[in-house]
């Protein structure tokens, strides 16, 4: 018997903190006629609230240290302000969503790397270790969308801050055996780009060989590789798609990057 469709949907800043983005994309996602699981970031909010706290974030291009206040201030946002915003967005199209970290029902347990526990101060950055897919797809067959943000946890009492495509990708991994899974990765532009300067250059199909020529050419930038390689992984584990496009072109996926074997 053929397996039902499941469409897993990442999303960051460029679409959190644009309104009118944000609307267009829900609106989208609403007409895909599939199951469907909504995995967000953060956006800038984070940022925004630990300034109004006299907490520097500072300019870095670097993953920020998730120490005490930081773990709590992610908390707030990521699992509160913006999930629930896009759980109401949601509600207004009919659509049954329920707003979860990894904490809730168990869903995504994590660990900290090594170098994380090593520190002068503990960063509480978590690495996926465990998906608990039979309760996501318990919540799935009740006709319910879940909206994960980017927070999982240690089964010791502590929550983690963990990486939105991160997530997506090993989500993915653990519904590929119940679901025909496709993995979507919205970023700016409207797939990978062959030529960074070029919004135009859009390969349409990425496999193992010419992703090793244009890695050498320094086509990608280092968060595409890391999203990459994980998508090589996600079809190893028995997904049907990755494509990486923008969210713009959710309603039409073959303007995106598809990722294959």
Known sequence: MAKEKLLIVKIGTSVLDDPETLRKLIKDLVA???RKILVHSGGIMAS??????????????????IDDKMLDIVTMVYGGLVNKRLVALMQKHRINAVGLTGADMNIITSELPEENIKAK?????GR??????????????????????????????????????????EVAKALATTYDVTLVFCFEDRGLLSNKKDSNSVIPV?????YKMLKEMRCFTEEKILVIDEAFTVLDYGASEVIVTNAASLSNLANGTHIKQ
Do not use: F
């Open 121 to 125: 101060s503990i960063n509480w950055a």
């Open 206 to 210: 990425l496999k193992p060989n010419n």
């Open 48 to 65: 925004k609230v630990a300034g109004s706290m006299g907490i520097k974030m500072g300019k870095s291009k670097k993953p920020v240290t």
């Open 32 to 34: 895909i006629k599939c």
């Open 128 to 169: 996926i270790k465990k998906v608990n897919g039979k309760a996501l797809a318990s919540i799935i067959e009740k006709g319910v969308m879940p909206v994960l943000a980017p927070l999982t946890h240690d089964a010791k009492g502590h929550l983690l801050s963990t990486e939105a495509n991160s997530i997506a990708s």
